[in-house]
């Protein structure tokens, strides 16, 4: 089975997990036992599911853990080297896409403060991932409750889906 093909979460209960990369050595060895690591893109969450008799083929097309949203939103970073004015459009769960001609690099540590129309998300923690010519992704690291929860409202406002999206701090389900 291809690696990119999607599954039915079983957190969220969505068409959008994929399996990902085993994580250590006891993951590898489940593997041999039809267990696999599955992510999903819309609540984030990463489990094990037993796939029995299925064995994935290795395929590169898209990792992404978290599905994107296009989002017109005004940021504002600093870094230790400084700080500058943005406009982000690239949103998601776990990071946003930040253009920028402030000179960031991957390992970066921003402090971030995202805004839009009628709500906002102030000193969100990041890290630089990648760059590339005037652009930086960020990881979102170390959300508090109210910013998860701001941020999966602001995330299920523009996804084109009828279920919610649940931010990976809900309990997990019953096996």
């Known amino acids: ?15 959008t997990a994929h399996r990902v990369d085993c994580k250590g050595l006891i993951e590898k060895l489940l593997r041999l036992g039809y267990v696999y690591p599955f992510s999903c893109r819309a609540c984030g969450q990463r489990y094990l599911e037993m ?3 299925i064995r994935y083929v290795r395929s590169q097309v898209n990792r992404r853990q978290h599905t994107r949203i296009i989002a017109k939103l005004e940021a504002r970073f ?24 402030f000179q960031l690099h991957p390992g970066d540590l921003l402090r971030l403060d995202l805004r839009s129309d009628g709500w906002q998300l102030q000193e969100l923690n990041g890290v ?9 992704g960020v990881e979102f690291k170390a959300l508090d ?6 941020l999966r409202s602001l995330v299920e406002l523009h996804f084109h889906d009828d279920t919610p999206i649940c931010d990976g701090a809900s309990n997990s389900p019953s096996s």
């Open 1 to 15: 089975m291809d690696e990119n093909s999607t599954e039915v979460c079983a957190y969220c209960k969505r068409a």
């Open 51 to 53: 796939k029995w008799g």
């Open 78 to 101: 600093d870094c230790e080297r400084g700080g500058a004015e943005a406009e982000v459009f690239d949103l998601s769960l776990g990071g946003c896409g930040l253009p920028t001609d």
């Open 128 to 136: 630089v991932r990648w760059t590339a010519f005037s652009f930086a």
């Open 145 to 150: 409750t109210d910013d998860r929860k701001t």
